[in-house]
């Protein structure tokens, strides 16, 4: 069993609809980030957060401690959203190094 | 700033070639790791480093030698170049995290190196 599970894996979405992407860990944590890799296959990161939600332009992460789960929102969404989006935990406990990746979940935004 | 710094963008090797990927970055980031991105699977971390000096290894470390010898690089080689270790390759860096949890901040990658091994 995976320790961090992404859904949908595959997700195609019209210009302007709001997006959900979720994440599910079975993990201790002490902090999740949300990644974007483009098509070009560069990696930028887009949050990072221990606690709550965080907020970024469109972007909204939010994270349940309790209930293991994160997730990703793109409102309004753009064709230059299209993307993989990489959830990606840190074991609790671990070193700095014991990243976690989920498998990614593609977005493709029609216009 | 530069960020962090990754070449060769490509790479064509033969079995059992030996070669070095290079990583940089000018942030003065104590952490920094490198990754391989298999298709139909998750980033994973082949080693990593928490500062000059101190290298450790990740889950994927075979094949694999890292070194630290200034806080700025961090190579990768490759020892005897094997066709499973065709992939995509990442360096990432970030500063120390905050607080008793001691969690990663925020990630920032190389443009990747395209790695096959014929």
């Known amino acids: 069993k995976n320790e961090v599970e992404q859904s949908p894996q595959n997700l195609t979405a019209q210009e302007g609809e709001f997006i959900t992407i979720n994440c599910s860990y079975s993990?201790?944590?002490?902090?999740l980030h949300w990644l974007q890799q483009h098509p070009g296959g560069g990696i930028v990161s887009l949050f990072m957060l221990s606690s709550g939600k965080k907020k970024h332009g469109r972007l909204i992460a939010t994270i349940n401690i309790q209930e293991k789960h994160s997730s990703l929102h793109i409102t309004a969404s753009h064709p230059r959203d299209s993307a993989v989006y990489i959830c990606a935990v840190a074991n609790y406990g671990g070193s700095q190094g014991n990243l976690i990746f989920g498998k990614g979940t593609k977005l493709s935004v029609k216009p | 700033n530069a960020g962090v710094t990754q070449t060769p963008k490509f790479q064509v090797l033969k079995t059992g070639q030996s070669m070095t990927l290079q990583c940089a970055q000018d942030m003065n980031h104590e952490y920094m790791s490198w990754y391989r991105q298999d298709p139909g699977m998750g980033l994973r971390l082949i080693h990593y480093s928490v500062g000059a000096g101190i290298t450790d290894q990740g889950e994927v470390p075979n094949g694999y030698n890292v070194s630290r010898s200034t806080t700025e690089d961090f190579p990768l080689r490759l020892l005897s170049a094997a066709p499973s270790q065709t992939s995509v390759y990442f360096c990432?860096?970030?500063?120390?995290?905050?607080?008793?949890?001691?969690?990663?901040?925020?990630?920032?990658f190389g443009s990747g190196t395209q790695l096959s091994v014929l």
């Open positions: 993990v201790g944590i002490s902090a």
């Open positions: 990432a860096s970030s500063p120390p995290g905050q607080g008793p949890l001691r969690a990663n901040e925020k990630l920032f």
